[in-house]
């Protein structure tokens, strides 16, 4: 029988964004408010994401769909490569995420997709500091991880390149 090694992570949920603190409470409703401004006529599904900088400065960024779909970029990685273009040298602290469908209300917290994990461990890993993720559905619970590398343990990195 091969070695194993097991892997797990500890996700934190509140009840609702109420029991969050005024800071999250802020940078989720920033992601709430992009999120109705997503441009989604294909799948009806609206993202936000707001970045807290460590200067305090909040990005935002709503998913944006095309009808060739690989086109498209979700609000996380919109969000996050406009944070590194506009202010490269600031370090990532938290991001907030919700998400739901324009005719169904998702209420399970939705975490980032496959691909925004991996650019958001890219950024985390460059800045050798964790980035704090807390994600939700249109309303109530709220799961929070302390790190981006716990929803993404076996991260791929750039030291696979050299």
């Known amino acids: 029988m091969p070695n194993s090694t097991k892997i797990s992570t500890t996700v934190f949920e509140f009840e609702d964004i109420a029991k969050c603190s005024s800071e999250i409470q802020e940078l989720m409703s920033r992601a709430v408010s992009i999120r109705d401004k997503a441009y989604t006529p294909y799948s009806q599904f609206q993202v936000g994401a707001a970045i807290l900088l460590e200067n305090g400065e909040i990005i935002t960024g709503s998913n944006q769909e095309n009808a060739s779909y690989p086109s498209g970029l979700c609000a996380e990685r919109t969000a ?4 590194g273009a506009q202010y490269p040298n600031q370090k990532i602290k938290t991001i907030a995420i919700t998400a739901s469908g324009i005719y169904k209300d998702n209420l399970e917290p939705v975490p980032p997709c496959g691909a925004c994990r991996q650019a958001i461990a890219e950024y985390e890993q460059k800045q050798k500091s964790p980035i704090v993720v807390y994600f939700m559905g249109k309303t109530g619970r709220v799961k929070m991880v302390e790190s981006l590398l716990s929803l993404l343990p076996l991260a791929f ?3 696979y390149l050299k």
């Open 157 to 159: 990195s750039e030291d």
């Open 80 to 83: 996050i490569f406009y944070a």
